[in-house]
């Protein structure tokens, strides 16, 4: 907090997200949360600049933002114990080809959209 609070004050333009996991069962009764992963961005100003000089994909997932993605799907899939039974579902900014390779390997099911039958993308 201590953090919040000296950006804050130095009026420093900065933000705070957040991604998670929240388990429930078939029947819809909420489990709670499965994992969480909360992170600050200090920079804003030219990263669409930087977007021109580097190639993103080039990138190793590893030091994107993205990882967060792998790492709850990992820390969640283990906190249940079955990964077969788990279906994790993403928004768009969860189309990550890492994604789903790491839940393959796992051994769980990963899909972007409930509107869409599993496994099926445009």
């Not at 388990?23 to 920079?43: D, M, N, Q, S, Y």
């Not at 390997?105 to 599993?118: A, N, V």
Request: glycine share 6%; aromatic share 10%; proline share 6%.
């Amino acid at each position: 907090m201590d953090g919040i609070r000296q950006a804050a004050s130095d009026r420093t333009p900065f933000a705070a997200s957040d991604a998670f996991e929240f388990a429930v069962t078939i029947e819809g009764v909420p489990l709670g949360l499965a994992a969480v992963k909360f992170w600050t961005r200090k920079k804003f100003k030219g990263t669409a600049a930087l977007k021109k000089k580097i190639s993103p994909p080039r990138i190793p997932i590893e030091k994107k933002e993205s990882v967060r993605w792998l790492e709850n799907l990992k820390q969640s899939t283990q906190l249940l114990d079955r990964p077969g039974r788990c279906i994790h579902i993403g928004d768009r900014e969860s189309d990550i080809y890492e994604l789903f390779c790491a839940a393959q390997e796992i051994g769980t099911h990963f899909d972007q959209d409930l509107r869409r039958p599993l496994g099926w993308r445009r």
